[in-house]
């Protein structure tokens, strides 16, 4: 088949200024992507791979990526869920970790959805807003608004508000109190489902592997320990490892140094077993990508 796109490079949407834009920033680097100078351009080419990456408002992203003036995006599974974009979601990146929800003003007479009936409720969300309150059939008046949701309680143009919260200090500080999620939201790597070339889709395929291998060098931690040989066959059982540990033996007769890397959701666990097996000395290490 003969594909449409005549570039080669591989172009990627990404937040210009937010809160997402230093930390994809920091994923894209983390798997050897080397940038100059994203802060002042818009288009900014790699060095030393062949993609391109197109730093614009994280609401136009979906939208580019489902035309596909770019064939990936980095972007808030809330913005491309609001925005019904017709693209494939490649993968959950966990950060940028938010939701989306209702929330009324602390003093107020609002504690539960059914409560909302009838009043308006401001929110840039107005898709996932109107959705969440249709599917419980209550009726709402929807006020959208671009920006500084949380202050319309205030200012009397609605009587509660429907935004993302991460740390919930922005609800604190204007007084509003959370009553319901309506959407969990993570960053999420978006697809266009324009055709790709050959050579784009493999770059993608190497991309993905290459944030694959840094999630779970994240998740994992090297750890080295001393222990006496005979206590090896035990420390074997605990560690839950991928592959077999790497057994060392010391100068000092009868002692082994195991190395080995274990995922981090076990490690204190582990740890207090191995003590327990006689291992000593034990040092974590972080680990930068693991490839299998
Ligand atoms: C969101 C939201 C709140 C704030 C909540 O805006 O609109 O203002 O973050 O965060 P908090 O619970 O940690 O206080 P954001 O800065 O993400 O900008 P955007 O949604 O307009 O892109
Ligand atoms: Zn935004």
Redesign the pocket.
């Given at each position: 088949m003969r594909t449409l796109d005549s570039s080669t490079s591989l172009r990627i949407a990404i937040q210009k200024s937010?809160?997402l834009t230093d930390k994809t920033m920091n994923l894209l680097e983390s798997i050897g992507l080397r940038f100059d100078d994203y802060k002042r351009n818009l288009l900014v080419r790699c060095r030393n791979f062949d993609v391109e990456l197109l730093l614009i408002r994280?609401d136009d992203i979906p939208e580019y990526v489902q035309d596909g003036v770019c064939d990936l995006g980095f972007v808030g599974g809330n913005v491309t869920a609001e925005d019904q974009a017709d693209v494939t979601i490649l993968k959950g990146l966990d950060y940028g970790v938010?939701r989306l929800s209702i929330a009324a003003p602390k003093n107020g007479s609002l504690r539960k959805a059914d409560d909302f009936s009838g009043k308006k409720v401001a929110t840039?969300y107005p898709v996932l807003t109107k959705k969440y309150f249709d599917e419980r059939g209550i009726d709402v008046e929807l006020i959208t608004l671009s920006?500084a949701?949380?202050i319309a309680p205030r200012l009397e143009v609605a009587d509660a508000i429907s935004?993302?919260?991460?740390?919930?200090?922005?609800?604190k500080a204007n007084g509003l109190m959370e009553i319901d999620t309506i959407y969990e939201s993570e960053t999420e790597l978006i697809r266009t489902n324009k055709p790709l070339s050959q050579g784009k889709q493999s770059l993608i395929e190497k991309l993905i592997q290459r944030i694959e291998g840094q999630q779970k060098a994240e998740r994992s931690r090297y750890i080295m320990m001393n222990a006496p040989e005979e206590a090896v066959e035990e420390i074997r059982n605990i560690i839950p490892s991928l592959k077999s540990p790497t057994i060392v033996p010391l100068a000092e007769e009868g002692m082994v140094a195991v190395h080995t890397v274990v995922p981090i959701s076990t490690f204190w666990q582990v740890m207090e077993k191995l003590k327990q097996a006689g291992a000593s000395g034990i040092v974590m290490l972080p680990v930068e990508s693991m490839i299998e």
């Open positions: 937010g809160r994280d938010c840039s920006g949701v949380e935004d993302l919260v991460s740390s919930g200090n922005t609800l």
